[in-house]
Nanobody, 133 residues
Framework: QVQLDESGGGTAQPGGSLRLFCAAS???????????VGWFRQAPGTEREGISC?????????YSDSVKGRFTISKATTVENTVILQMDNLMPEAPGIYYC??????????????????????WGKGTPVTVSS
């Protein structure tokens, strides 16, 4: 069992920035390198949408068209088993609950990111993001 803990959510102004953290832990030894890890946004009344995913073992990243060029996903270098989502130039449509998900990479990273249901084995509880002036 892998536990995912999100942090870093909050309120930013349009055009502002936020940085989200997903820290993974397990009672048994594991490495996040074995998993595809992603960030998914869910606004009220909508389905969970894949924002960005990373496979550190493959050196691969995926971004939704809506965030390309503005968001950056990366593996933390100073803390183990942590993935960071840097969100710049936040848009008014960005608000929602941002969830971190992780799953064993069994197909393309893009497929797991676009269709997370059934692909991601573990989910965090989410962190809220609000964009408001």
């Amino acid at each position: 069992q892998v536990q995912l803990d999100e942090s870093g959510g909050g309120t930013a102004q349009p055009g502002g920035s936020l940085r989200l953290f997903c820290a993974a832990s397990s009672a048994t030894g594991f490495s996040l390198d074995d998993y595809a890890v992603g960030w998914f946004r869910q606004a009220p009344g909508t389905e969970r949408e894949g924002i960005s995913c990373i496979s550190t073992s493959e050196g691969e990243t995926h971004y939704s068209d809506s965030v390309k060029g503005r968001f950056t996903i990366s593996k933390a270098t100073t803390v183990e088993n942590t993935v960071i989502l840097q969100m710049d130039n936040l848009m008014p449509e960005a608000p929602g609950i941002y969830y971190c998900g992780a799953g064993i990479l069994f197909t393309t990273l893009e497929s797991m990111c676009v269709h997370p249901t059934g692909a991601m084995d573990f989910w965090g509880k989410g962190t809220p993001v609000t964009v408001s002036s």
